[in-house]
């Protein structure tokens, strides 16, 4: 009992203290005029990524390099650093809710994450920054392209894909979830994307095979339960015929030498 009490004891000064620490900590950001964005300011800095404006955020990106934010660390490395972390985690959820595939805005945030990571000097953070910012500019210019040619219940049809890799999802499956007729969603959908909706499946499966092949160490086993293949040789077979290799042959090229790549 007095144990358990001694540890709630030492949360309630530890929070006290914090109380005390948040007090001078604001006092002296508004000293120096230096406080966090608001909802409004972030959003002028990533609604123009969302909207797949260029010449709007590489004119922002000037004016980044002059902006003044609070201390979040002693060396300026790090603070720079902690900054990125946390502009990419806004950027990457931002063009989530835009409609970029959540497994290609997440991969997107790791890479660049793990790219930051190299750097050692400010110049090179920034100017990782700067290449991320861009990237996901062009990325969702080009998805906003790619809507305007799909009819609404065809893009409903592929974000619903994009955000159920995990599941083995059939077309009659994709047609009721959607409140569709499964013959006409497979007529439309081929007509305006090009290939079948059970080519589209595989071909997004795939794709977020080979970057689980390329950056994580999981089985194939594993993978093929997590993307909702009926067994890892139903994956291998399916994975060999899209890309003329077996993932684990996809695995050896990739994996290490993608790694030693990312820091150049």
């Not at 709630?8 to 007090?23: F, P, V, Y």
């Not at 990533?46 to 979040?72: A, C, E, M, W, Y």
């Not at 067994?231 to 890309?243: A, D, G, K, L, P």
Request: glycine content about 4%; proline content about 2%.
């Amino acid at each position: 009992m007095n144990k358990s009490s001694g540890k709630t004891q030492i949360n309630e000064n530890a929070l006290k203290k914090m109380d005390s620490s948040l007090s001078q900590y604001l006092f002296d950001q508004r000293e120096n005029s230096m406080v966090h964005a608001t909802l409004s300011e972030e959003m002028s800095d990533f609604g123009p990524v969302v909207d797949g404006d260029i010449k709007t955020v590489q004119s922002n990106l000037i004016k980044h390099r002059s902006r003044v934010f609070p201390k979040l660390s002693e060396s300026p490395v790090l603070q720079r650093k902690y900054l990125f972390v946390s502009s990419i985690t806004s950027c990457c959820r931002f063009c989530i809710e835009a409609g970029m595939p959540s497994d290609e805005s997440y991969g997107l945030s790791d890479l660049y994450i793990l790219k930051m990571d190299k750097c050692q000097t400010v110049e090179e953070v920034s100017d990782v920054y700067e290449e991320m910012m861009l990237d996901y500019t062009k990325r969702m210019q080009a998805l906003k392209g790619k809507s305007k040619s799909l009819s609404p219940k065809v893009i409903a049809c592929m974000n619903y894909i994009d955000n159920h890799l995990h599941d083995r999802i059939t077309v009659s499956e994709l047609a009721t979830e959607l409140e569709m007729n499964s013959s006409w969603l497979s007529t439309v959908f081929k007509k305006e994307v090009g290939i079948s909706v059970s080519e589209y499946i595989k071909e997004k499966k795939i794709n977020a095979a080979k970057h689980l092949l390329t950056f994580n160490e999981y089985s194939c086993t594993d993978i093929a339960e997590y993307l909702g293949f009926a067994n890892e040789s139903h994956f291998s077979t399916v994975f060999s015929r899209m890309e003329n290799k077996s993932p684990k042959e996809y695995r050896r090229e990739h994996f290490q030498k993608h790694f030693s790549r990312l820091g150049k």
